[in-house]
């Protein structure tokens, strides 16, 4: 299954795939040359497929729970403060995804979309520390009856070029649903009330609507 976000995209790999094998049938005659071409653009192809797969992950919705976003590894757990809607002192939880992590965003909490914006920005690597607020990002401010306000930040990466933000202010949105895609390399921050009890650890592989980030 894939995700709507990339359609297009995979329809432009396969004829773009497609000629290349004719191309080369036709037109080169070393075979090992021609072999060569059709493998790199099969790898190709497969990996624009691996990145837009979107696996049916669907959740019965929890409020004392925080699920992952997306899929990644964690990469940032410490208090910090943030200076765009809060203004005071949050936890903040990073999950990094790696250009064959899959990519699309999940909504970690049900609850009422109070804040939903986009700025443009950078494309500094996603680990970076001034990527959170200098890359082109998405901040999206859910509030959820058991945990309150939480945010979360889609931030592009260095190859991410597109961000796909569906969160629209004054919706109900439901835990697991898709709320977004990033598109080539990036990464989401959490940020939560101080307190929350943390349910992951450095480096560890988180799974979008699988593993849980937080519990009340």
Known sequence: ??????????????????????LTDQFVDIIWLRMTIQIIALLLYITVLQFFRNPNRMIAANDNQIVAP?????????????????????????IFMSPINVHVTRYAVSGLVKFSKYHPGKFLVAWHPKASTENERTTVV?????????????????LAKRIVNYAEEGTQ????????????????????????????????????????????
Do not use: C, W
Request: net charge neutral; hydrophobic share 50%; aromatic share 10%.
């Open 1 to 22: 299954m894939f995700h709507k976000e990339g359609f297009k995209i995979i329809l432009g790999s396969t004829l773009l795939m497609a000629a290349a094998v004719l």
């Open 70 to 94: 997306v899929d990644g590894k964690v990469v940032v757990i410490e208090e910090v403060f943030e200076s765009e809607y809060f203004k005071d002192q949050r936890l903040q939880v990073s």
């Open 142 to 158: 859910i509030e959820n009856k058991v945990f309150g306000e939480i945010m979360y930040r889609q931030i592009a990466g260095a």
């Open 173 to 216: 949105v439901v835990q697991g649903d898709d709320a977004g895609f990033i598109k080539f390399g990036s990464r989401v921050d959490l940020f939560l009330p101080l307190g929350t009890k943390v349910n992951v650890k450095l480096n560890e592989t988180a799974v979008g609507n699988k593993t849980i980030i937080a519990i009340s």
